[in-house]
T-cell receptor
Framework: DTGVSQDPRHKITKRGQNVTFRCDPI?????LYWYRQTLGQGPEFLTYFQNEAQLEKSRLLSDRFSAERPKGSFSTLEIQRTEQGDSAMYLCASSSGILAFFGQGTRLTVV | GESVGLHLPTLSVQEGDNSIINCAYSNSASDYFIWYKQESGKGPQFIIDIRSNMDKRQGQRVTVLLNKTVKHLSLQIAATQPGDSAVYFCAEDIGGFKTIFGAGTRLFVKA
């Protein structure tokens, strides 16, 4: 499978715990994006990498959120001290141009 | 801020009929638009795209129309099939390779 891969697909965590998600983009795609999607809404942009450089962060990305792409390949998104409002689908996408291709997402439930 | 919205949150069509999903966008500077299909529990899947220098683009059973005068985008699906049931998002690239999504239209196909 050469598409965007995300792990885990589902995560249930208790409020206050830290969680980390991983995204493996399509090989040789230099751009990688994180989006968050809540029920009934479209994906909301969180952050964007070009190679290993994080070029833009949305105001949605609070201080509890951090994303890395250390070698310009896979990326991680960490949420510290999770809150119930963090419950959502976290989508990763990658591109080599304008068109972004999405992974299947990680569904986070904070209880 | 920039926004992409949809006129109808839900559309129900009979199998075999044509479907038309509409979308309004607000950023007149956007020059690239994409339609994505999202099935339950999956990430958005690319359907068709169009650049602002075009009014119409056709794919297999799908056509996208762009009216820049009124900032309106539509997706036409010919001979709608049960497998077309999903949520459809229009999205625009607002520059900097960042894609902004609308809230989506859920398409139900009745057999």
């Amino acid at each position: 499978d050469t598409g965007v891969s995300q792990d885990p697909r589902h995560k249930i965590t208790k409020r206050g715990q830290n969680v980390t998600f991983r995204c493996d983009p399509i090989s040789e795609h230099n751009r990688l994006y994180w989006y968050r999607q809540t029920l009934g809404q479209g994906p909301e942009f969180l952050t964007y990498f070009q190679n290993e450089a994080q070029l833009e962060k949305s105001r949605l990305l609070s201080d509890r959120f951090s994303a890395e792409r250390p070698k310009g390949s896979f990326s991680t998104l960490e949420i510290q001290r999770t809150e119930q409002g963090d419950s959502a689908m976290y989508l990763c996408a990658s591109s080599s141009g304008i068109l972004a291709f999405f992974g299947q997402g990680t569904r986070l439930t904070v209880v | 801020g920039e926004s992409v919205g949809l006129h109808l949150p839900t559309l129900s069509v009979q199998e075999g009929d044509n479907s038309i999903i509409n979308c309004a966008y607000s950023n007149s500077a956007s020059d690239y638009f994409i339609w994505y299909k999202q099935e339950s529990g999956k990430g958005p899947q690319f359907i068709i795209d169009i650049r602002s220098n075009m009014d119409k683009r056709q794919g297999q059973r799908v056509t996208v129309l762009l009216n820049k005068t009124v900032k309106h985008l539509s997706l036409q699906i010919a001979a709608t099939q049960p497998g077309d049931s999903a949520v459809y998002f229009c999205a625009e690239d607002i520059g900097g390779f960042k894609t902004i999504f609308g809230a989506g239209t859920r398409l139900f196909v009745k057999a």
